[in-house]
């Protein structure tokens, strides 16, 4: 199941989302990588991810309100939620998010999340 | 016309000495015997009596003797009288009649001429009786009045001889005098009595009767030996009698002026008091100062003088200062010195507080042990309740005084014989009470000098008052002063909070608009680095691993920016700090072992638990302990330590390292404050941020090249509030 397993990307910084992209293709999962909300739930529809990784602060909409809709879609998909801030971390998870993830360049932790989150599924 | 009133029985004499005597131009007035001249001498009163010896019927012995002792002639009694006598008439007769007051006599036969001559004479001597006796009773009448002068003047008066010896002396003078001598002695010589020598007495007389000229003292001390002291005026004059304007004697006049000195002293010391009463700056010497007033020796004179200050809500008159000798023995050594130095009442002043505090401390002592419930039913607490004096009169016997009708019984150590007490009070208050007496002194309570001193106490009513009303002032500009401050340094905190919230916003937006790229640069560099080592070829300096490093360096420095800009609010757990210095130590201790540091611990038995978050506490604790690790070299020393302080418990980091230079101790809890070369400036602001936090304090003291002491005290009572944050109010709220 973790492997070619499905995971959504989104990520409004085409630098970091090619850079997930690239990680997270060579650790062997299919990757579709979205910039905004639009592009994220049209995904969701169509091929239908085994996960979701969401950026909180895009440009032009929030990451918490794009949430809700996944959810509203498919309210199955593990969803990790992925920001420059860490002040949030306390407040989300257990609620409805299954992770929350500080951005960092040291990408293990989002790794072993996937991994795990995918393998609860 | 002068009448001749002649009594002969020969009718020759009469017509001789009418035809004479009359062209000598006096009337002439006969009778022929001598009753008939007594009769005659009561109708004609003439000015002289030409009076025949041999007569028939009554002689004029007879006749004489007849007019000076019958009452019936007593107003004609005095006329001049000569008398005719016959030859022969023996001496003794002549000398009796002399005797008995016949002013002449003429022996048969004379001559017209010469009968003229002896009643010209006659008239002369008559004339000069009369203005003699005039002069006599004009001298005894102005005598009288210079002596009733003298001894009735309000003023001592004393007249000497020539040689110093008294001659006239009046009562006053006699005192003054007598008050030096010791005896009672109006007739002496001053300038040869011993006792006299060294007085103005000698002074002044010896030097009027040398030099001839006024001698002045005004205001003069005088210190008898056998009275009292007193105030003078003396004036010496020379007194000269004659011609000659040679000096005869002195004459002094001494007035006492000691009642008009004193009135004028009591004036200037009340004056004082209330003066030196406005300037005190404490309750206790305006106290001070009434009772030495009260018992100064020239002032008031009361021997001992004591205070109560009442206490409405206790109800009760406690002793509270006291001046005065506490026994004879005492008195007696304290006047003799007092004595010896003869203070003149016009150095009285400065030589206050003479029965000061150095001679008063076992009567004082005694005074502060006494407790005066006022429920007590005497006399004195009666009157100082209504706010009135009250004098207990000298006792008739040795124990009816101390009865407690007159004063309450806590005062019997005190022996109180004669003494007043007046209440110190004003309009709005009842103070206490000042007890004053002459125990010792054996003087009378003196009417005037109670007068003094109840006025002297309102004095020191007033300036109570004045202090009152002054601290109260003191106390309100405390309170404002302290809530100005309390203000300030609210605003300060504000401002310094403000501050804080700005620069975490910032942190706050930096460390994410560098988050991202950062995760990028240090993503990429990771991935190459991996795929360098799975195609083996893996460099021990591979650029793309001294990216990684790097991009983690910068990554931890975000974290604790954001770490410090975040306003966690500790999560207050019950426990105990020792517990968790001990966790922490064990946490260190390899790595104190790997540095050779030495690490004592120093943690009070049974430290209350208190309300703390332990994740934050231990942060703060380690970030203190890593920091002197690094101010320290191997073999250097670290010591913590726990103490109960009151209501708070203190943690105590200290180590020997290298010290925090004066000139940047104030800063190092200001945010991105570091001294390190790697610091990020935060730890000592995040801990005094989490302490704040936990209501507590944070505080440094350091020596260069000596060490360092942090110091944490926590409230062991810290309630949770919400009261503590001092950062950004949420950076939820300020990014959302």
Do not use: I, W
């Given at each position: 199941m973790t492997k070619n397993a499905k995971i959504l990307l989104v990520e409004d910084e085409r630098s970091l989302r090619m850079l997930y992209k690239q990680i997270l293709s060579d650790d062997g999962y299919t990757v579709y990588d979205a910039k905004n909300g639009a592009e994220a739930l049209e995904i969701i529809v169509r091929?239908?991810?085994?996960l979701a990784i969401l950026d909180i602060r895009l440009s032009g909409e929030d990451g918490l309100e794009l949430m809700g809709k996944i959810i509203n879609v498919n309210d199955k998909i593990p969803i990790i939620l992925h920001?420059?801030?860490?002040?949030w971390k306390d407040n989300f998870r257990g609620r409805i998010a299954d992770a929350y993830i500080v951005k960092s360049s040291d990408m293990s932790e989002l790794k072993e999340t996937i991994k795990n989150l995918l393998q609860r599924n | 016309m002068r009448k001749i009133l002649l009594v002969d029985d020969e009718k020759i004499m009469h017509d001789l000495a009418m035809a004479y005597l009359e062209r000598e131009g006096y009337n002439i007035v006969s009778a022929f015997n001598g009753k008939e001249g007594l009769n005659m001498m009561l109708?004609?009163?003439?000015?002289v009596v030409l009076l025949?010896?041999?007569?028939?019927?009554?002689n004029g012995e007879e006749v004489y003797q007849e007019l000076c002792s019958n009452p019936k002639y007593k107003a004609i009694s005095k006329t001049p009288v000569i008398l005719l006598t016959a030859n022969g008439c023996d001496d003794s007769l002549k000398t009796r009649l002399l005797r008995q007051g016949v002013l002449a006599y003429l022996q048969k036969p004379f001559g017209l001429r010469e009968l003229a001559n002896i009643i010209e004479n006659i008239f002369i001597i008559n004339d000069m009786r009369r203005d003699n006796q005039l002069l006599k009773r004009a001298v005894r009448t102005s005598r009288d009045i210079i002596t009733q002068v003298v001894h009735n003047a309000p003023v001592g008066i004393i007249a000497t001889n020539r040689s110093g010896k008294i001659t006239q002396i009046n009562r006053h003078a006699l005192k003054v005098l007598e008050a030096a001598t010791?005896?009672?002695?109006?007739?002496?010589?001053i300038l040869e009595n011993d006792e006299l020598r060294n007085t103005f007495f000698y002074e002044g007389v010896s030097y009027v009767l040398s030099l001839g000229k006024p001698w002045l003292r005004e205001v003069l001390f005088w210190s008898p030996r056998f009275a009292v002291r007193s105030v003078l005026n003396v004036h010496f004059v020379p007194m000269r009698t004659g011609?000659?304007?040679?000096?005869?004697g002195t004459i002094g006049i001494i007035e006492d002026i000691t009642e008009k000195q004193k009135a004028q002293l009591e004036r200037m010391i009340l004056s004082n008091i209330s003066q030196v009463m406005q300037e005190a700056r404490n309750i206790d010497e305006v106290l001070q100062l009434l009772l030495t007033a009260a018992t100064a020796g020239q002032g008031l004179g009361f021997t001992r003088a004591m205070i109560f200050l009442y206490d409405e809500e206790k109800q009760i008159l406690k002793g509270r200062l006291a001046v005065g000798p506490s026994s004879s023995d005492e008195a007696r050594r304290i006047w003799e010195e007092l004595s010896h130095e003869n203070i003149e009442i016009d150095h009285f002043l400065r030589k206050y507080?003479?029965?000061g505090k150095e001679n008063s401390a076992a009567l004082n002592q005694k005074v502060r042990g006494i407790t005066i419930p006022?429920?007590?039913?005497?006399q004195l607490v009666k009157h100082f309740l209504e706010r009135k004096q009250y004098r207990s009169m000298a006792?008739?016997?040795?124990?009816s005084f101390r009865n407690a009708a007159h004063s309450p019984?806590?005062?019997?150590?005190?022996?109180?014989?004669e003494f007043v007490s007046i209440p110190l009070h004003s309009p709005e208050r009842l103070w206490g009470i000042i007890i004053a007496d002459n125990k010792f002194g054996h003087v009378k309570l003196h009417q005037s000098r109670i007068q003094m001193l109840a006025l002297a106490a309102a004095h020191a009513a007033n300036a109570m008052v004045r202090l009152a009303a002054f601290r109260k002032i003191e106390d309100d500009n405390r309170k404002l002063e302290k809530a100005l401050n309390e203000l300030k340094e609210t605003q300060e905190k504000l401002i310094h909070a403000e501050r804080l919230a700005a620069i975490g916003e910032m942190a706050a937006h930096v460390a994410h608009e560098i988050r991202n790229p950062l995760v990028t640069i240090g993503g990429w560099a990771r991935r190459m680095a991996e795929t360098a080592c799975q195609n083996g070829e893996?460099?021990?300096?591979?650029p793309a691993r001294i990216i990684v490093d790097e991009v983690v360096r910068l990554e931890n420095i975000l974290a604790n920016v954001l770490n410090f800009t975040r306003t966690n609010e500790p999560q207050l757990v019950q426990g105990n700090i020792n517990t968790l210095i001990h966790e922490l130590c064990l946490q260190l201790k390899p790595e104190y072992q790997k540095n050779g540091i030495n690490c004592s611990m120093n943690l009070q038995d049974n430290l209350p638990d208190c309300l703390f978050d332990p994740d934050q506490i231990k942060q703060v604790l380690l970030n203190l302990l890593k920091n002197s690790l690094q101010s320290i070299g191997p073999g250097g020393r670290i010591g913590i330590a726990t103490l109960l302080r009151g209501r708070d418990i203190e943690i105590t980091v200290s180590d020997n390292g290298r010290g925090i230079p004066k000139s940047v101790l104030d800063s190092i809890?200001?945010?991105?404050?570091?001294?390190?070369?790697?610091?990020?400036?935060l730890g000592l602001a995040i801990s005094r941020r989490i302490i704040h936090n936990h209501g507590g304090e944070i505080t440094v003291h350091s020596e260069p090249n000596t060490g360092s002491v942090f110091k944490v005290n926590l409230p062991?009572?810290?309630?949770?509030?919400?009261?503590?944050?001092?950062?950004?109010?949420?950076l939820q709220e300020m990014i959302l």
């Open positions: 091929h239908h991810p085994d920001t420059a801030y860490d002040v | 109708t004609e009163r003439p000015d025949d010896y041999m007569m028939p019927g009554l010791g005896q009672s002695a109006s007739e002496l010589s011609n000659t304007g040679s000096v005869d507080g003479r029965f006022v429920d007590s039913d005497c006792a008739r016997s040795r124990n019984a806590q005062l019997a150590a005190l022996e109180l014989d893996q460099k021990e300096d591979d809890f200001n945010p991105f404050f570091t001294t390190k070369e790697h610091g990020t400036g062991v009572d810290l309630k949770k509030t919400d009261d503590h944050n001092e950062g950004p109010a949420s």
